[in-house]
């Protein structure tokens, strides 16, 4: 068929389960508010990236909150 993954599909069925992972609509959703409160592309893509890996290491698909997000951020931005 068209448009299916086909063996990695399964793949990642057999790994995960039915886990559903929505990073990219975490990354289109915080990257798209970011940019419409006047954030500049670079900054709004680093946001919703930090969002995505959120959404990815979490159970099924909740709500990402601020504190988590400025955790991270804080995290990546002072690394050593």
Known sequence: RRGRVGGDERLLRKVHGDRQWCAGDALLA???????TNLDIWHSSFLGSIASAIQINTEGNNPINLKNLKYYTDKILHWK
């Open 30 to 36: 915080s990257s798209s508010l970011a940019l419409a």
